[in-house]
């Protein structure tokens, strides 16, 4: 049991059954604060982005290789344009590349892959970011999401996004709450900002 203040000068009694921490790349700060066996690794990518007349998609373009050409998700930005989100091999290879070359790059994949795709008069952006994992040997690429527990705290990363559901279940099994118990938080208990995603933050579209 320990107190925290809040904003507005109240003081709230708080009793932590379970610490879980699903922090990516931060999880290596928490390591550090815990215990050396929430090691991790990143594995840096240059994801994509398009904006434009695009049709709703979910999917992978597969490949003989164990990542798919591109992966592509479907979003909306702040003035209600469909955006795609891409990674897989493309977003791998663009970390060598400058944005500039990247935006060039997936163009191209796109006509390769979607050939009845007007790409003119869609546009593009990209930015790097840090895939975080569990350490695993030699650097290897974790195949499954991750958990790791130590006590009460509880470790996660979902290593892919579609992994997050089946991870979601993992931390559930873990908790094993006492039976009819329900937690109600006070309606005006301060909630943490969303931050927007990368698609609403963009400076400059190619």
Not at 38 to 45: D, G, S
Request: glycine fraction near 8%.
């Amino acid at each position: 049991m320990f107190e925290t203040t809040l904003a507005d000068g109240r003081h709230l009694p708080l009793s932590v059954r379970h610490l879980i921490y699903t922090a990516g790349r931060g999880n290596e700060v928490l390591q550090g604060m815990i215990s050396e066996s929430f090691a991790t690794q990143r594995r840096p990518l240059r994801m994509v982005m398009v904006k434009g007349d695009l049709p709703e998609v979910f999917g992978h373009a597969i490949q003989a290789s164990s990542l798919p050409r591109i992966t592509v998700t479907s979003h909306y930005g702040q003035g209600g344009e469909r955006v795609w989100y891409i990674g897989g091999q493309i977003a791998e290879d663009g970390i060598e590349r400058s944005d500039q070359d990247q935006c060039d790059a997936a163009r191209q994949e796109l006509k390769s892959l979607m050939p009845g795709l007007n790409v003119t008069k869609l546009q593009f952006a990209s930015f790097l970011i840090d895939r975080a994992e569990p350490k695993q040997a030699a650097g290897a690429r974790p195949s499954k999401p991750m958990l790791k527990r130590q006590g009460r705290i509880i470790a996660a990363w979902p290593v892919k996004l579609a992994f997050a559901p089946l991870l979601a279940d993992q931390v559930i099994e873990q908790l094993d709450p006492p039976k009819g118990e329900v937690v109600v938080l006070p309606d005006d208990l301060p909630r943490p900002d969303i931050k927007a995603p990368p698609w609403c933050e963009v400076q400059q579209w190619n």
